[in-house]
C-alpha cells in the first residue's frame, strides 16, 4: 500500500512564499485596475520578477534536496 507522506510543519521558506504571493497578487491587481504612474509601473514590474525569480530559486533549491527528483517534480 502506498502511503502519502503529507507534512503538516510549517517552514520559513512556504511562509516566505505566502507572503510575497499575496504581494505579487495586489501589484498585478494594481497594475490591471487602478491608474498608476509610469514609474510606479516599472517598480511593480520589476518587483513581480524579482518575486518569481526567488520561487524559482526556492523550486530549484528544493530540486536539488529531493531524493526522487522525478516525483518532487510530478508533485509540485
Not at 507534512?7 to 510575497?20: A, C, F, N, R, V
Not at 498608476?36 to 520561487?55: K, P
Not at 524559482?56 to 517534480?73: C, E, P, S, T
Request: no cysteine; hydrophobic share 55%; charged share 20%.
Amino acid at each position: 500500500m502506498k502511503t502519502d507522506n503529507i507534512k503538516d510543519e510549517t517552514k520559513p521558506m512556504g511562509l516566505l512564499s505566502l507572503i510575497l504571493s499575496f504581494i505579487a497578487l495586489f501589484m498585478i491587481s494594481g497594475l490591471l485596475f487602478f491608474p498608476i504612474s509610469q514609474e510606479v509601473r516599472h517598480l511593480f514590474i520589476g518587483l513581480d520578477a524579482l518575486i518569481y525569480s526567488i520561487f524559482l530559486l526556492q523550486l530549484g533549491i528544493d530540486l536539488i534536496r529531493a531524493a526522487d527528483r522525478l516525483q518532487f517534480m510530478q508533485r509540485h
